[in-house]
């Protein structure tokens, strides 16, 4: 069974962050558990006041009976509606605190992305620069090597 929400425990509530921001799905279970007991308790306090009003009504008329429980009518409260308003705000905040986080994420994995690519790119540069100068000390190499072996030639 699960444990009867009140003013003090929607207070007390902690949430389990992910990624500095809170468990999106553990706050919309929580907002959907303070609805629910909301919903219960508005329903049985207009049976209860149904009742009263019956038995009132009884009373008045000087009847013992007591009166058939009436259908319970949809009723507002504001402190029911207050709560509400709070868990909305914080499911709002919730909700654009972690946009504001994933934004965050992005662009830090934009710039690393770009930094790689940089530092890649220079990568790219400084090997060219030495397969350029290998080809330049292999060319000249040959050339020496040819011109020896010319030399070579001559004098036999």
């Not at 207009?46 to 009976?65: D, M, P």
């Amino acid at each position: 069974m699960e444990q009867r929400i009140t003013v003090d425990s929607i207070l007390d509530k902690k949430f389990s962050t992910v990624a500095k921001g809170f468990n999106q799905q553990e706050v919309d279970e929580y907002l959907d558990q303070i609805c629910d007991e909301f919903d219960r308790r508005d329903a049985e306090m207009n049976t209860l006041r149904q009742e009263i009003a019956q038995l009132k009504a009884a009373q008045a008329n000087g009847s013992n009976t007591v009166p058939q429980q009436t259908r319970p009518e949809a009723a507002t409260d504001d402190s029911f509606r207050e709560i509400l308003e709070m868990a909305k705000r914080v499911k709002d905040q919730t909700i654009a605190d972690a946009q504001t986080k994933a934004s965050q994420i992005l662009a830090n994995a934009e710039n690393e992305a770009r930094q790689q690519l940089s530092d890649l790119t220079k990568q790219k540069e400084d090997l060219t620069a030495q397969v350029n100068s290998l080809k330049a000390s292999a060319k000249s190499y040959y050339e020496q090597a040819q011109n020896a072996l010319n030399g070579l030639s001559k004098l036999l």
